[in-house]
């Protein structure tokens, strides 16, 4: 009897944590197919091998041979058998730069994976350290999936225009270069890493190495039939008892008629369901001779094969009516479908299902049709060079109709806008490519813009730049004045604006809306509204520059303007002047005038649902939780931020959802819950680092850094200040830099690194300067105060308590709401002279004061007894113990009820 080699079973707890620990170590490898993994036992022996000498391979072949599912079986295997500790994944048509790249793979091989945060870093060399320390202390295998989508598309180094220009085609040169030069680096980190590469195209260097390598072809006729046989079984299907397949040669005829070519036998396992398995290599050796008549050695042939037989499965209506879709690319709209072959709706309905049913079609919601990739170029194929330019022509303009149909979805039915737009996207960029030089510049410009809007919400930055340059490349043979002129100049100033270059667009959006005003509403039929339009830009570029006062007149005229059309009729105007008022409490929160802000919004979010514009409810909701947390009602304003993030989620916009969790995360931290704040910030920033967010990213830094003070945690938080200040400096944001780099002051004089700190102050007043009220300069000088009294220069300090005392009073006089935190005594002080209750006032006021109180609230006691006592004199405000903000309060007090004694006599 053999011996018993287990002879205790570890607990269930134990196999637990055992069965956590493996998949730990996998990382975010996607899970194997539904049939399993079959075959290519040569190709992961070779890549093993080699990957055994070489430090990275590169696995490339045509689409549906398998690269994405050998890659990380390999992965598996090589981790299952503790050649590696661990293992991650990648997709690169997912994380586009080089940032995001780094992010997930800090998620995913750092201990501290859930708080990691390239955003954090000084640079992506320091953000790479910690990544680096982890592969240093274990072996770990990478898996780079689909690299061809980083890759530039061919025939972009000819369009290539301006090197500077960030819509330019070189900016995807340089986002893979830097991807590639972060894959370098990884190597670097330790002998044992080892990258592999799946992509379509060839890699640039330096993983150009022919000998690194694999090209998958065919499956060995031992494997295809393997892969077959699981297929079926795993559908539960099986062929005709009259032809199953009785002896190996008629079942090694039958994979070989199709050359063993992975995809091509999936679906292949269908048709031998169908009619047997000599039917089947029939049909597929008379289809495959005739294959290679027409495109002598063509590799895709094998795939071609398997369509054509999936083709042969439609009825003949269907059959003729499927060509059309030789000219679309990757997925067609049931609506675009259609109207390319004019078939009814229903009709169209059923042409798709049978699609589906013969495994050239999968469903993908929102009415799109996913094409299996070897369809539209084998229909291309059959149709004569006449035929298919007229067929383009067809479904240009369909997808013009489709595109003009999801820039109206924006404000209807934000989610199906951001995903349908996702999946048409290959098919919108190749009909604005198809359009250039075909259309009139007028049409083309306002359909280009249609799409740049569309584009700029999903953080496909080369989408947007192709999409830019159609648009651009149009607008040169615009005339001088017009609604498509204005459209192309209006676009190029929300690229400005969006790239954080306020200056230029600030000058750009003063030239525009001159030249509108110059040329009057009877310029042309949209004048009227593209002049409100101006004006409601204006207003936003003055508010993200920080000038928020100044905002407020341009956004009047733009609510009166679209308020005058939307009383005419005009239903795009009515949303308009709804927005304009929610710009409009963006303004009165800024000044500090919350119960304003608060009424605008309310008012904003009326509108907006009476429109059924859910995206605008959600940005207003959130507005107004700001409004709430600030006026201290932490519970109401954290629930309006949640339901915010739900609704966010709902759209399908991923950094209205950070910008959600960030709010998230203030209102716990208002509320002193500092662990789910910074849970909040971090699920924020790691958002807007996928998504290549800067000014997002910059905001939670900044925030992160306020959180990590307040928990007492200081040379963190400068970190996370200096960070913020980078990047407010890269966005050229005069306005937040000069925020980031005061608080960044504060925490310098706390560390006593006052040299540091007086530096960072000099430039935060620079900043300021041009924003007035809305910067905030009290703060600045309040800090510059302190850091003169801790270096012992009392003179000096006493000029900066006076500058923010200034500032502050100004500002308190054009309407801004109280900061002082201690509102409640003046307002208690200016109740009892009013009801004639002074000496009780005072007693109250007396009696609060203890031992050892700071000076600054003696002061502000004493001086209020002074009031309560009649004293109206404003030099009461003058005594230098008073902190800045109670001076300014108190002079307020004395001014207010000196009037009121006034008046009574």
């Known amino acids: 009897q053999d011996p018993q080699l287990l002879t205790k079973i570890p607990p269930q707890q134990i196999r637990h944590l055992e069965a956590e620990k493996r998949k730990l170590s996998l990382g975010a490898l996607p899970e194997p197919p539904a049939h399993a993994f079959h075959g290519r036992s040569r190709e992961l022996l070779a890549l093993e091998r080699l990957l055994h000498r070489e430090p990275w391979a590169v696995v490339r072949g045509t689409g549906g041979q398998g690269k994405t599912t050998l890659a990380v079986e390999l992965a598996r295997w090589l981790t299952r058998t503790a050649r590696y500790a661990r293992a991650a994944f990648v997709s690169l048509e997912h994380h586009r730069h080089a940032q995001a790249v780094l992010d997930t793979l800090g998620h995913q091989l750092l201990p501290e994976g859930a708080t990691y945060s390239v955003a954090q870093y000084a640079s992506l060399a320091e953000a790479l350290k910690p990544v680096e320390r982890a592969l240093a202390d274990f072996p770990t295998f990478v898996v780079l999936d689909n690299c061809e989508s980083i890759l530039p598309e061919k025939g972009d180094e000819e369009d290539r225009t301006d090197p500077s220009d ?43 190495a022919r000998g690194r390598e694999r090209e998958l072809g065919a499956l060995t006729p031992e494997e295809a039939v393997q892969l077959v046989g699981e297929v079926m079984k795993q559908e539960g299907w099986s062929p005709p008892g009259d032809d199953a397949g ?23 396992a269908r048709e031998v369901a169908r009619g047997g398995v000599k039917a089947a290599t029939g049909d597929l050796r008379q289809l495959m001779a005739t294959l290679e008549r027409k495109h002598p050695g063509d590799r895709e042939n094998s795939l071609y094969a398997s369509v054509e037989l999936s083709l042969r499965r439609l009825s003949p209506e269907s059959r003729e009516h499927v060509r059309v879709l030789a000219v679309c690319h990757g997925g067609v709209h049931l609506w675009v479908l259609g109207q390319i072959t004019g078939l009814e709706p229903d009709v169209a309905r059923r042409l798709a299902g049978e699609l589906i049913g013969v495994g050239l079609g999968e469903d993908m919601g929102y009415g799109h049709l996913r094409l299996d990739p070897g369809l539209p170029p084998y229909l291309l194929g059959e149709l004569p060079e006449d035929e298919a330019e007229a067929l383009r022509a067809r479904w240009a303009e369909a997808m013009a109709g489709l595109t003009r149909y999801l820039y109206q979805q924006i404000f209807k039915d934000t989610r199906l806008a951001a995903q349908l737009t996702l999946l048409e996207l290959p098919n919108i960029l190749e009909m604005l490519a198809w359009n250039l030089g075909r259309q009139a510049a007028e049409r083309l410009v306002d359909l280009a813009d249609s799409v740049e809007t569309l584009v700029s919400r999903l953080g ?3 989408a947007l730049a192709r999409a830019t340059r159609v648009r651009e490349q149009a607008a040169r043979s615009l005339g001088e004045w017009s609604h498509a002129r204005y459209l192309a100049e209006a676009a190029a100033i929300e690229r400005l604006t969006e790239r954080g270059e306020l200056p230029a667009a600030y000058a750009a959006i003063q030239e525009l809306l001159a030249k509108g005003l110059a040329a009057g509403e009877a310029a042309y039929p949209e004048a009227a509204y593209d002049l409100a339009a101006m004006h409601r830009r204006l207003g936003r ?17 733009a609510q009166r303007r679209f308020q005058a059309l939307a009383d005419a009729g005009d239903k795009g105007a009515e949303r308009m002047a709804g927005v304009a008022i929610t710009d409009t409490g963006d303004c009165l929160q800024d000044l500090g005038r919350l119960e304003d802000a608060a009424l605008a919004y309310e008012e904003g979010s009326r509108r907006a649902r009476a429109m059924e514009d859910l995206r605008q409810v959600a940005v207003t909701q959130g507005q107004l939780g ?19 993030r739900e609704a966010a989620e709902k759209l399908g916009e991923p950094l209205m959802v950070a910008g959600a969790w960030h709010q998230i995360g203030v209102a716990h931290q208002e509320a002193g819950r500092y662990e789910p704040a910074e849970q909040a910030y971090r699920r924020s920033l790691a958002i807007r680092v996928r998504e290549n967010d800067l000014g997002g990213q910059a905001s939670t830094l900044n925030q992160l850094g306020n959180l990590y003070a307040t928990m007492g945690r200081l040379e963190e938080a400068v970190t996370f200040y200096r960070q913020a200040t980078k990047a407010y400096v890269q966005l050229k944001d005069l306005a937040h830099e000069g925020v980031a780099r005061s608080n960044l002051a504060d925490k310098l004089i706390k560390l006593r690194r006052y040299g540091e700190a007086r530096q960072e102050l000099r430039r935060a007043i620079e900043c300021g300067e ?26 000096a300090a006493q000029a900066a308590r006076r500058r923010a005392s200034e500032a502050y009073l100004a500002y308190r006089r054009a309407g801004g709401v109280s900061q002082s935190n201690q509102d409640g005594y003046f307002a208690g002080v ?24 700071p000076p600054q609230f003696t002061a502000l006691v004493r001086q209020l007894l002074r009031v309560l006592g009649g004293e109206r004199d404003p030099a009461l405000a003058e005594e230098p113990e008073l902190y800045y903000r109670d001076a300014a309060e108190l002079r307020l007090l004395v001014e207010a009820v000196g009037a009121e004694t006034d008046a009574r006599r």
């Open 830 to 853: 200016a109740q009892a002279i009013q009801e004639k209750a002074e000496e009780r006032a005072a007693r109250e006021l007396t009696e609060l004061m203890e031992p050892g109180d």
């Open 770 to 795: 041009p924003y007035g009220h809305a910067a905030e300069p009290w703060k600045t000088w309040s800090i510059l105060e302190k850091l003169e009294r801790a270096t012992g220069q009392a003179e």
């Open 246 to 268: 009785g002896t190996p040669e008629e079942i090694t005829a039958l994979v070989e008629a199709v050359h063993c070519h992975a995809r091509a036998l999936v679906l292949l």
């Open 460 to 462: 496909r930055p080369q």
């Open 541 to 557: 570029v003055l508010i993200d520059g920080g000038a928020a006062e100044a905002a407020l007149s341009p956004l009047a005229e």
């Open 166 to 208: 960030p819509s330019d085609p070189s900016d995807a040169n340089s986002t893979a270069a830097e991807i590639f030069d972060l894959c370098r680096r990884l190597l670097a980190a330790d002998p044992r890493t080892r990258l592999v590469f799946t992509t379509r195209e060839p890699l640039p260097a330096p993983f150009d």
């Open 626 to 644: 700001t409004v709430r947390l600030r006026q201290k009602r932490y519970a109401e304003a954290l629930a309006i931020y949640v339901a915010a």
